[in-house]
């Protein structure tokens, strides 16, 4: 309720303005304007990406408050928080800081949306049997409730979970047992495995928050060791890459700080006596992963990374050495997609790293179906130039990860919702898309879907059969409307994660 103040006096303002547009605007005025105004900040979000109420209610009346045309009062920063507001303010990413625009011109953009968005988007569904004889599913008898995934990885005879809630790093064996627990504050959400020990870096808060409570630290494996804080006081880290980004043979870290106004990419200098100097990448929110690799063969370490919230896409950041980086947009989706995945792999058997992306995320206004949400390839032409060859739509996809589940010598795609439509189509929470061959697939789902809300996946070969078995960490988080009380279901049964167990060997 606290945004209802805000949201009256907006909608007040946003309809006063509408009314002054001119009789002599033309109609297209609207649309050059949009385009010429929202794209120094993200890509161009057209009507048709989200209904009429939606930009009415919403989206509007915070663009007219970020762009300058709307007051900044104490109702109108009810979606920025306090301790971070002065922050956002001086962020030229945040606040329109060149002149704002006049009323006529805000006016013609909001009657150029309102005209041309439809009443409701109509997502198109695709059949999904409820069948998955490739694997079998397996849940722990441990009770968390109520679960809080942030993290799921398996390797042979081991499987970890990271949980939020209880503030634990679980790692059970390879019949799902427990074998021990660690104390992670804020939530273990990545894990790396080094000679030494393991890397694991702490949420903070699943909750969007600019506060710094997010940090990265090392579990070395001599017994008796006690952790060692490699990072502190992060903006809600999500993720975590090692790598010796400057060829000195000592490995460096680069952290997603996700946040909400004031998160960035950042690479950390290891100076090999414990200290960790910060070089930011890009200064902005929504970093949720990166992959340390040599993108143009010149044999330095680059980095790609994926960023949602605002300015979503996916960048490139070219090693130049002595810890310079120079920054390219590979792709670049409109602010409205719900960027929540990326991975590489070779699609075509070329040599060169294509990108499988899932865009899905859907808590920020009430949720509606977005029929461009799902799971996305975006082929290498070897030069860094992606161009996107398969879509398959998942409303409210959250991870993909392809590989040859059956042993057939073609890739499969394993994926997860975490906002699939849960009234009409929980089924849709994980899909198995079975490739039949000339990459037609069949869609596929097992029968217990419906015991968790999986937020995160991992693959790997967890009882050693040379098969890949897949893992799902489930979170119970609010589902709107929850007309079949899916969370008391969840809370209930508390099963945090379960193991589909690969059959093909």
């Known amino acids: ?289 990166s992959y340390a690799r040599d993108l143009n063969g010149d044999g330095l370490t680059d980095l790609i990374a994926l960023f949602g919230q605002g300015d979503e896409g996916i960048f490139a950041f070219y090693n130049k050495g002595d810890g310079v980086f120079s920054e390219e947009h590979l792709l670049r989706f409109p602010p409205s997609y719900g960027s929540s995945f990326f991975t590489l792999f070779d699609y075509n058997g070329d040599g060169h790293d294509d990108i499988i992306y899932t865009c899905g995320d859907n808590a920020d206004f009430p949720p509606i179906a977005k029929p461009y949400h799902g799971i996305r390839i975006y082929q290498n032409d070897g030069n860094q130039h992606f161009e996107e060859v398969f879509f398959y739509h998942l409303q409210g996809a959250y991870g993909a990860i392809p590989a040859d589940f059956d042993l057939d010598g073609d890739l499969d795609i394993a994926a997860i919702s975490f906002f699939p439509d849960f009234e009409n189509r929980p089924e849709a929470g994980f899909v198995f898309l079975e490739n039949d061959g000339h990459n037609t697939f069949s869609a596929r789902t097992f029968p217990a879907v419906g015991k968790g809300r999986w937020i995160v996946m991992d693959a790997g070969d967890l009882d050693a059969d040379g098969d890949l078995d897949l893992v799902l960490g489930s979170l119970a988080f609010e589902v709107v409307p929850d007309k079949k009380g899916w969370i008391k279901q969840w809370a209930r049964d508390g099963i945090p994660f379960v193991l589909l167990e690969n059959k093909a060997r």
């Open 1 to 289: 309720m606290k945004y209802l103040p805000f949201f009256i006096t907006a909608a007040l303002c946003l309809l006063f303005l509408f009314f002054q547009c001119g009789e002599n605007q033309s109609p297209n005025d609207g649309e050059a304007l949009a385009k010429a105004n929202c794209t120094p900040c993200h890509a161009y979000p057209s009507p048709e990406l989200l209904d009429r109420a939606t930009w009415q209610k919403y989206i509007l009346p915070r663009m007219g408050v970020l762009s300058g045309v709307l007051p900044m009062d104490s109702a109108g920063t009810a979606f920025i928080e306090p301790a971070a507001l002065a922050t956002a303010l001086q962020n030229p990413n945040v606040m329109r800081k060149e002149t704002p625009l006049s009323r006529t011109e805000w006016a013609a953009i909001c009657d150029f949306y309102l005209k041309n968005a439809p009443p409701r988007l109509e997502p198109s569904n695709v059949d999904i049997e409820q069948q998955l004889p490739l694997f079998e599913a397996k849940f722990p008898d441990h009770f968390l409730s109520p679960p809080s995934s942030v993290m799921v990885t398996m390797e042979k005879g081991s499987l970890f979970l990271g949980d939020v809630h209880s503030g634990r790093l679980y790692h059970f064996d390879e019949k799902l047992e427990l074998e021990s627990m660690a104390p992670v504050p804020g939530g273990a959400v990545c894990l790396n495995h080094i000679p030494e020990g393991d890397i694991v870096t702490s949420l903070g808060s699943f909750s969007p928050t600019d506060r710094p409570t997010g940090q990265v630290f090392f579990l070395p494996k001599a017994p008796g060791s006690q952790p060692v804080m490699l990072l502190d006081s992060l903006r809600r880290p999500v993720h975590t890459e090692v790598a010796d980004l400057d060829g000195d043979g000592r490995f460096d870290l680069v952290t997603c700080e996700f946040a909400k106004w004031t998160g960035c990419l950042s690479w950390w200098k290891n100076d090999g006596k414990g200290r960790f100097e910060k070089h930011v990448l890009r200064n902005m929110p929504g970093a949720i992963r």
